[in-house]
């Protein structure tokens, strides 16, 4: 069975303060990784998907990679605006394994 | 942009009692999910739709739980009779492919409250 864990459980930044968030994994071949963003109240908004090891991918502020054990999600000088859950998860096909999700606050 | 739309975005109910939870997937998509997050914990899957059939299940979808793709635009969860631990966000999503590396699209959600 697929397993994803996501580390710290919340970060609290200062407005500029970049640092990153982690997502370990264990499952019986990968399929590719996604991360989304959710806000509270609403449904997951997807970000990227990462397909293999030593790839990268980046969207503003953020950058996400992926090694065969982990991903991570970078945040530059992140600003209020980017304060969400941050979600990654495994796909078998349409089922998703999600992890508990890492909750980022950003501090004007 | 399309999205997933969901309807009623809360939904409170008595225990006993059958629900239904709508969804309007994206309208070039043929694959169709449920998932649910109960309140501080994982999102998880429910059902998988394609076709008219359903093409995976998890434990947590059993006989109180159905879905339906009435017509051609929605596509319905149904929970026969509500248990408390029932109360979660109920999230439907689609997709345009059902093999390979899927990406879904997810909806806003419907808060069900379970008394």
């Known amino acids: 069975e697929d397993q994803v864990t996501q580390s710290p459980e919340a970060l609290r930044l200062q407005e500029g303060e970049s640092s990153s968030l982690n997502c370990s994994y264990t499952v019986s071949g990968l399929r590719g990784l996604f991360w989304y963003r959710q806000d509270p109240g609403k449904g997951p908004e997807f970000l990227f998907t990462l397909y293999s090891a030593g790839e990268e991918k980046e969207k503003e502020r953020l950058k996400a990679t992926l090694t065969k054990k982990e991903s991570f999600l970078h945040i530059t000088a992140p600003k209020p605006e980017d304060s969400a859950t941050y979600l990654c998860a495994v796909p078998s096909y349409g089922k998703l394994t999600f992890g508990q999700g890492t909750i980022l606050t950003v501090h004007p | 942009e399309p999205e997933v739309t969901q309807t009623p975005s809360h939904q409170v109910t008595q225990m006993g009692q059958e629900v239904i939870l709508r969804c309007v997937p994206i309208?070039?998509?043929?694959?169709f999910y449920w998932y649910r997050q109960i309140l501080g914990q994982k999102v998880e899957f429910l059902v998988s739709f394609y076709n008219n059939e359903i093409s995976e299940k998890s434990e947590i979808f059993d006989d109180q739980f159905s879905v339906e793709r009435p017509d051609g635009s929605n596509f319905t969860l149904k929970i026969r009779s509500t248990k408390l631990e029932d109360s979660a966000m109920y999230f439907c999503a689609s997709s345009d492919a059902g093999t390979g590396v899927v990406k879904l699209f997810f909806g806003s959600g419907t808060q069900l409250s379970v008394l």
């Open positions: 309208s070039n998509h043929l694959y």
